[in-house]
């Protein structure tokens, strides 16, 4: 592996990659389209869970970092009907397996435990392509380019990377979400902060549904899911910030008012995300010197798995290719053989069971499943 790795994306799946190979001795870069770390906010929290994300952080050598991120008592859930009536009010009693931590810290922290200049910001990958004898080149959207012997596509839902291996493109789900900030909720928004509580809040209709978490400053973060497509979303008027939400809340007329507050009384404007997914079963034929890892590989409607599954990638990536220092072939089959099934798994909301989590007993799982499953549009 003399010229080193050469990885697409510094997202939470690229740089688990680019730590583990570190750890191992294994030289890698990382070009990453945006400026800077800085350049977007990474959005909101993330619960890490027991049998993924945190074995992946384990592989690293940063699980004591990790929990030093960890946000106290966020692992807290609220069922509410859309009443505002409270089904469900689980404490976070300290034993769950899926603490929650802020994105950006999380993302911060991998970025910290690599050797300056690993990764190269501003440099977006434009497409790439076969040389033979397992050499790619990379072209940059700048004309740059870069030949390498091992390209890992860890650039997300629209991968470059992706043509090289498979034709498969992410189709729309039939949902989007709506996302909405709520800033100092205790003094400004106490009704809505109330009906969060102090981790997770669902509430969950047919084709509506409103996902909500108290972040860290008092922050409350919604997600508000429609089924409808995509035309649906373009006739809302989003540079209108209180047009859009008047429009959206109208769907969510007759729920209480605390609960459309996570709508109307957003801080921020109201940002639209159309939910998209690659095929669950896609897998791809071995093509020497390139694989994906991640959204890349896997895009699937959000299912609380994403983040967990991307870094999960990268760290067994980088161990495979630890253990076959002299075969980059072995490594990527090895590699390849076991996530196409755990990926799929986890697509098809039974990667929790097969990591010994029994929804029927795991309320937080079932339940949000049951939040992200994809409705027929009304
Ligand atoms: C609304 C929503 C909520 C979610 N909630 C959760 C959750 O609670 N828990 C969870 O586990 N998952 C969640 N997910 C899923 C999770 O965000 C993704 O699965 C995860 O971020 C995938 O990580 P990744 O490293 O593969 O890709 P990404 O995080 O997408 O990172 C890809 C990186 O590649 C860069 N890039 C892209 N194109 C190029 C290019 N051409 N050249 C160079 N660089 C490029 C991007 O800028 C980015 O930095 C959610 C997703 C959505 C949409």
Do not use: C
Not at 194 to 222: C, N, Q, W, Y
Not at 353 to 364: K, L, N, Q, V
């Amino acid at each position: 592996m003399s010229t080193g790795v050469t990885i697409i994306g510094a997202g939470l799946g690229g740089l688990t990659l680019a730590r583990v190979l570190h750890v191992h001795g294994i030289p890698a870069t990382v070009h990453e389209a945006e400026p800077s770390p800085a350049a977007r906010p990474q959005g909101g929290m993330l619960d890490i869970h027991d049998y993924n994300g945190q074995l992946a952080l384990e592989a690293a050598g940063l699980t004591d970092e990790f929990r030093g991120l960890v946000l106290e008592g966020r692992q807290a859930l609220r069922i509410l009907g859309p009443d505002g009536t409270v089904l469900l009010d689980k404490a976070d009693d300290g034993t769950g397996g899926r603490p929650e931590v802020q994105r950006g810290e999380l993302r911060q922290l991998l970025l910290d435990s690599l050797p300056a200049g690993t990764v190269r910001w501003g440099h977006k990958v434009s497409g790439a392509r076969t040389l033979g004898d397992g050499r790619h080149e990379v072209r940059f959207a700048d004309g740059g380019t870069v030949v390498t012997g091992l390209l890992v596509g860890a650039d997300g839902a629209w991968s470059r990377v992706r043509p090289l291996l498979s034709t498969a493109t992410p189709e729309y789900t039939g949902k989007s979400v709506v996302e909405t900030y709520l800033f100092d909720a205790g003094i400004r928004h106490p009704a809505a902060a109330k009906a969060v509580g102090g981790g997770s809040m669902i509430v969950h209709t047919p084709g509506r549904e409103i996902f909500a978490h108290r972040e860290k400053d008092h922050t409350l973060h919604a997600y508000v899911g429609l089924s409808e497509p995509q035309e649906w979303f373009t006739a809302v008027d989003f540079t209108d910030a209180a047009a859009a939400t008047a429009r959206i809340a109208e769907e969510f007329d007759g729920w209480a008012p605390e609960l459309t507050a996570l709508i109307t009384d957003t801080d921020t404007p109201p940002v639209l995300r159309p939910l998209y997914a690659l095929p669950a079963e896609h897998r791809w034929d071995r093509v020497p010197g390139v694989t994906l890892l991640g959204d890349a590989a896997h895009l699937s409607v959000p299912n609380g798995e994403g983040a967990n599954l991307a870094m999960l990638d990268g760290a067994e990536l980088g161990k495979a290719l630890a253990a076959h220092p002299d075969d980059t072939e072995a490594a990527l089959t090895a590699y390849e053989q076991a996530m196409f099934p755990r990926s799929t798994e986890a697509a098809t909301s039974a990667g929790a069971e097969a990591h010994g989590a029994d929804t029927d007993h795991d309320p937080i799982r079932a339940l949000i499943t049951a939040l992200t499953r994809q409705d027929e549009p009304r």
